[in-house]
């Protein structure tokens, strides 16, 4: 009888008469706890990722006037139009996640990277004019800071793990997170 390769395929070796379940747990029930936890935190990061999408359009819906004003400070041509259609797409963003947490999640990494070079302009600003956040429409006064790019880096993070752990696109964001 030929010997076994053990480390090919995953295969964990097993002493002779053994159960096949290791010493702790079975690597069958070890792999699917694991898909379990990958689908649980694609569903929580798209659902985390999309609470704050919903948060974020209502607070810019609600003071429009406020939103057109501060996408204009910002620098942004068509300041009008950009404070319907961003919060708009922000919802459908979040209605994504919540039904396609993959897709959901790269379409969220494409805003959030759009939202942030937005930002990284802002603070490179040669006159040293730094405007309020939109963010949040009206309801965030604070002026843009480091600290914003560290907080659009954090929802990115969870738009990419909704994106890899999904499963659909675990070999483009896989990377990142294995």
Partial sequence: MAQRKWWRLGEVPQPKGSDGLGTVI???????????VRGAGATVAALALGAVMVRAAIAKLGSREQTEADFAS???????????????????????LVVAPGWGGVVAAALLAAFTAVLVRVLRRPDGLVPSCACFGGSSRSPISWRHLARNGMLLALALVAAAFDG????????VLY
């Fill in 168 to 175: 659909r696109f675990s070999p483009l964001f896989g990377f």
């Fill in 26 to 36: 079975g690597l069958a029930s070890l792999r699917s706890v694991i898909d379990w």
């Fill in 74 to 96: 910002l620098g942004l041509v068509a300041a009008g139009r950009l404070a319907v259609v961003v919060p708009i797409g922000e919802l459908a963003v979040a209605a994504l």
